[in-house]
């Protein structure tokens, strides 16, 4: 594992919650980067995703609006969440591309081969 996610928690639906991930092991701003999510009983997710070189992303429709991803110049990712609804209630896992430099964004975890421990996020109604 060379993510690590943090900064979840409890909050209720209308709230917000931004959750960091920084890299354990360098170098990852050549990478795509993305967010996924599990909901108990449910298949991981694609919830966003930001191309290495910046300034592209992709978002699933269910955050559109609501949901940003970006990162700093400590290749630090984070995902900022506004407007949390219950059914966003799910781990979530910040991931890497298994390639460099890739020009397409990807949206199924097969693409990703290096994920954060992931981090629990309850929205309540």
């Known amino acids: 594992v060379q993510l690590q996610a943090f900064g979840g928690g409890l909050v209720q639906a209308g709230g917000f919650l931004r959750l960091p991930c920084p890299p354990r092991?360098?170098?990852?701003?050549?990478?795509?980067r993305a967010w996924f999510r599990q909901a108990p009983g449910k298949e991981r997710e694609f919830v966003i995703a930001?191309?290495?070189?910046?300034?592209?992303t992709v978002y699933a429709d269910s955050v559109k609006g609501r949901f940003t991803i970006s990162r700093d110049n400590t290749d630090t990712m984070y995902l900022q969440m506004n407007s949390l609804k219950p059914e966003d209630t799910a781990v979530y896992y910040c991931?890497?591309?298994?390639?460099?430099?890739?020009?397409?964004?990807?949206?199924?975890?097969?693409?990703?081969?290096?994920w954060g421990q992931g981090t629990q996020v309850t929205v309540s109604s």
């Open positions: 991931a890497r591309d298994s390639s460099p430099w890739r020009r397409i964004l990807h949206t199924t975890t097969s693409a990703y081969d290096r």
């Open positions: 092991e360098p170098p990852v701003s050549i990478y795509n």
């Open positions: 930001i191309r290495w070189s910046g300034g592209i």
